[in-house]
Antibody, heavy 116, light 110 residues
Framework: EVQLVESGGGLIQPGGSLRLSCEGSGLIASSNYMTWVRQAPGKGLEWVAVIWHGGSAYYADSVKGRFTISRDNSKNTVYLEMNSLRVEDTAVYYC??????????WGQGTLVTVSS | FLLTQPHSVSASPGETVTISCTRSSGSIDTNYVQWYQQRPGSAPTTVIYDDNKRPSGVPDRFSGSIDSSSNSASLTISGLKTEDEAQYYCLSYHSSSQGVFGGGTKVTVL
């Protein structure tokens, strides 16, 4: 079973930066694409960013220009660099792994709280 | 585009519920639709992928379909059980490679 483990969440002041990591027990390199999804307290799922195997990346309009997704296949890790954080970025951040013809695998999430 | 789901559905044990996911613009069959289940306090899990495929371990009471006439996808849960009580989300992708989630549907087992 694929296991994804997120880390790097915590309490950060508005305007600050944080880097989330998602380690994938050897299977991130075999993915077609990796995604970050977030969920604000009491709200639904929000798609944040995707990075394809070849490195192309796409972002939700709400984070474009502030967040950067990257991957290091040799370390089986995907990252989400978050800059200029806002209160409304407070959420649980999940990483997800997709491969064509297979189901999506999800991590357990890491909480990011943006507050002064 | 937007994906619109009913806010909530409910039924008694053993009954059938169907959750719709209607695409506001563009064809529903342009990109695959995924369905995720999320129980309170837990991460999402996949119940249907690529429109109608069921992962191993997911009961065959769960099924997915696409209806081009209504431009919508549907998740059907038959033989409803108390353990099916959860939030369900649909997801599809824009041609720009941005993902779009539906707002989620709360399934209540009466």
């Amino acid at each position: 079973e694929v296991q994804l483990v997120e880390s790097g969440g915590g309490l950060i002041q508005p305007g600050g930066s944080l880097r989330l990591s998602c380690e994938g027990s050897g299977l991130i390199a075999s993915s077609n694409y990796m995604t970050w999804v977030r969920q604000a307290p009491g709200k639904g799922l929000e798609w944040v960013a995707v990075i394809w195997h070849g490195g192309s990346a796409y972002y939700a309009d709400s984070v474009k220009g502030r967040f950067t997704i990257s991957r290091d296949n040799s370390k089986n890790t995907v990252y989400l660099e978050m800059n200029s954080l806002r209160v409304e970025d407070t959420a649980v951040y999940y990483c997800a792994r997709d491969r064509y013809g297979e189901k999506t695998y999800w991590g357990q999430g890491t909480l990011v709280t943006v507050s002064s | 585009f937007l994906l619109t789901q009913p806010h909530s559905v409910s039924a008694s044990p053993g009954e059938t519920v169907t959750i719709s996911c209607t695409r506001s613009s563009g064809s529903i069959d342009t990109n695959y639709v995924q369905w995720y289940q999320q129980r309170p306090g837990s991460a999402p899990t996949t119940v249907i992928y690529d429109d109608n495929k069921r992962p191993s371990g997911v009961p065959d009471r769960f099924s997915g379909s696409i209806d081009s006439s209504s431009n919508s996808a549907s998740l059907t849960i038959s033989g409803l059980k108390t353990e099916d009580e959860a939030q369900y989300y649909c997801l599809s992708y824009h041609s720009s490679s941005q993902g779009v989630f539906g707002g989620g549907t709360k399934v209540t087992v009466l």
